[in-house]
């Protein structure tokens, strides 16, 4: 049985900043996702100029995001109808969660967080500080204390 002092489920990018600064502060981190990365998401590949600063404030301004596309112009449909056009707008710009969400894994681990990919959080015992996890492959219970 490993113990850590936090537990993060899910990589996505609240659970991939929230291990960045806590490794980053010193405490040992498992952050754990049922997913092995890089892993497809349907949503949430834009980011606007604020969120980018908040990002450069999180991880230093030399850190580069994997964008794809900006843009100061959007359109938006319903079907093939068009709602609305934005034109002259803050930058906007685009990235796959699949490159993003895998960026900022990375970064958590290059931080100091361990990633357990491929298992998913079975249970909690808050007040024993445990987590069971359930472990893909194998479909083993392995026990961590956190």
């Known amino acids: 049985m490993k113990h850590y002092d936090a537990l993060v489920v899910g ?37 606007s100029a604020r969120s980018l600063g908040t990002m450069r404030k999180v991880f230093g301004p030399q850190c ?39 960026s900022l894994v990375q970064l958590a681990t290059a931080a100091g967080a361990t990633l357990l990919e491929g298992n998913a959080v079975k249970a909690l015992d808050a007040a024993a500080g445990t987590a069971f996890l359930q472990v893909a492959p194998a479909r083993q219970e392995r026990t961590s204390r956190v």
């Open 64 to 102: 580069a995001f994997p964008i794809e596309f900006t843009s100061t112009a959007a359109t938006v449909f319903d079907h093939e109808r068009r709602l609305v056009r934005v034109r002259n707008c803050k930058p906007l710009h685009f990235t796959s969660r699949r490159t993003f969400d895998a």
């Open 11 to 47: 990589g996505g990018p609240a659970g991939s900043t929230t291990a960045y600064r806590l490794a980053d502060a010193g405490a040992s981190v498992l952050l754990v996702d049922k997913a092995r990365f890089p892993r497809d998401k349907l949503c949430g590949g834009l980011l």
